[in-house]
T-cell receptor
Framework: NAGVTQTPKFQVLKTGQSMTLQCAQD?????MSWYRQDPGMGLRLIHY???????DQGEVPNGYNVSRSTTEDFPLRLLSAAPSQTSVYFC????????????FGPGTRLLVL | QQQVKQSPQSLIVQKGGISIINCAYE??????FPWYQQFPGKGPALLIA?????SEKKEGRFTISFNKSAKQFSLHIMDSQPGDSATYFC?????????????FGSGTQLTVLP
């Protein structure tokens, strides 16, 4: 099992550009989520999904879109990048249920100039 | 609104010492309290977790102490080793429908000196 994979590992964008961060998991997990990690802020939930075709907003959803067409994939789209979106982005997945462990990917480091 | 407050922000401990990291939460509906460990350049990984129906859980050198009335929980690392040097995040989970969302603390960077 590859677990949770994320691409790219690192990306530099100019303000206003768009891009998609890819996330895939091979554990047949229903639940997938995106977090951003900023110094002193911990991990903040952006969007999450409890299954194909179902998504919902987390704590900081503005400027980001998601879709879930398959169980395996959960891409995060930045529509018009802003310097405030410079961060490290983590995708995570788990089974849906009380106390299920969330498995995190290795992260994507994004720099918006 | 920060629902999970974590302290200290950084911690330096000598090898063999005890590392203690504290967290406090506000929402009494939280029903799952995990700790995640993150090494540089890696994603967080579950270290240990506790439910509010127990006051302590121990796994090897790692212990969670939970105080429901005070809405506080802490991570104790006994006999700390240089390999424990990492960032530690506490979190609190809220069952929301069929999904579990985690609210994370701000993190503690632990350095264990050899």
């Amino acid at each position: 099992n590859a677990g949770v994979t994320q691409t790219p590992k690192f990306q530099v964008l100019k303000t206003g550009q768009s891009m998609t961060l890819q996330c895939a998991q091979d554990m047949n997990h229903e639940y997938m989520s995106w977090y951003r990690q900023d110094p002193g802020m911990g991990l903040r939930l952006i969007h999450y999904s409890v299954g194909a075709g179902i998504t919902d907003q987390g704590e900081v959803p503005n400027g980001y879109n998601v879709s879930r067409s398959t169980t395996e994939d959960f891409p995060l789209r930045l529509l018009s990048a802003a310097p405030s979106q410079t961060s490290v982005y983590f995708c995570a997945s788990s089974y849906v249920g009380v106390g299920e462990t969330q498995y995190f990917g290795p992260g994507t480091r994004l720099l918006v100039l | 609104q920060q629902q999970v407050k974590q302290s200290p922000q950084s911690l330096i401990v000598q090898k063999g010492g005890i590392s203690i990291i504290n967290c406090a939460y506000e929402n009494t509906a939280f029903d799952y309290f995990p700790w995640y460990q993150q090494f540089p350049g890696k994603g967080p990984a579950l270290l240990i977790a506790i439910r509010p129906d127990v006051s302590e859980k121990k796994e090897g050198r790692f212990t969670i102490s939970f105080n429901k009335s005070a809405k506080q929980f802490s991570l104790h690392i006994m006999d700390s080793q240089p390999g424990d040097s990492a960032t530690y995040f506490c979190a609190a989970g809220l069952s929301s429908g069929s999904a579990r969302q985690l609210t994370f603390g701000s993190g503690t960077q632990l350095t264990v000196l050899p």
